[in-house]
T-cell receptor
Framework: DGGITQSPKYLFRKEGQNVTLSCEQN?????MYWYRQDPGQGLRLIYY???????QKGDIAEGYSVSREKKESFPLTVTSAQKNPTAFYLC?????????????FGSGTRLTVV | AQSVTQLDSQVPVFEEAPVELRCNYS??????LFWYVQYPNQGLQLLLK??????LVKGINGFEAEFNKSQTSFHLRKPSVHISDTAEYFC???????????FGAGTRLFVKA
């Protein structure tokens, strides 16, 4: 079955450390997204990519970086510049970035700073 | 700019009772509207969406929602809930032809036996 795979499911980060969250999709979708979820705040957009080798900042991009070298993959790096990274991170995709389709989401990565 | 307001942060309800989760939105342009469900430690799953046409849309798991343009609302309803409906529900809006989706803060539905 097609879908989005996020790994790892749980991740612990030490202060000052960069960590990378994986997102892979086999849906042949063009557009991919990263959202951050904090309790009571809904989802906030970090980065999105409509095509390979191109991506744009979302509303809360500071302290994060991404790459889109392959259509299937959209990894997110949480850098040491992100001062409050503890959150639930969700990757999503849509076929062509069209607004009428709705997202397909992965099962998320829970990141905790230790 | 668009915004989404989910009017209730938590909704407790007894099993087999009806439920309504309220969502209001604000936008200066035409929009598409969505409801998603999230079970604990999972991603979101699309329940239903309104694009155009009939204002009453039916989704999965027996849920339905009604688009009211004059009141800028898109409330989610289910006539009889089950324990398994306990989850968080998110309303979302995207302007037609746009790219970014704005999510509400979520409503936690607790179904009690």
């Amino acid at each position: 079955d097609g879908g989005i795979t996020q790994s790892p499911k749980y991740l612990f980060r030490k202060e000052g450390q960069n960590v990378t969250l994986s997102c892979e999709q086999n849906l042949n979708h063009d557009a991919m997204y990263w959202y951050r979820q904090d309790p009571g705040q809904g989802l906030r957009l970090i980065y999105y990519s409509q095509i390979v080798n191109d991506f744009q900042k979302g509303d809360i991009a500071e302290g994060y970086s991404v790459s889109r070298e392959k259509k299937e993959s959209f990894p997110l790096t949480v850098t040491s510049a992100q001062k409050n990274p503890t959150a639930f991170y969700l990757c999503a995709s849509t076929p062509n970035g069209g607004s009428n389709y709705g997202y397909t989401f992965g099962s998320g990565t829970r990141l905790t700073v230790v | 700019a668009q915004s989404v307001t989910q009017l209730d942060s938590q909704v407790p309800v007894f099993e087999e009772a009806p439920v309504e989760l309220r969502c209001n939105y604000s936008s200066s342009v035409s929009v598409y509207l969505f409801w998603y469900v999230q079970y604990p430690n999972q991603g979101l799953q699309l329940l239903l969406k309104y694009l155009s046409g009939s204002t009453l849309v039916k989704g999965i798991n027996g849920f339905e929602a009604e688009f009211n343009k004059s009141q800028t609302s898109f409330h989610l309803r289910k006539p009889s809930v089950h324990i398994s409906d306990t989850a968080e529900y998110f309303c979302a809006v995207t302007n037609t032809g746009g790219f970014k989706t704005i999510f509400g803060a979520g409503t936690r539905l607790f179904v009690k036996a």
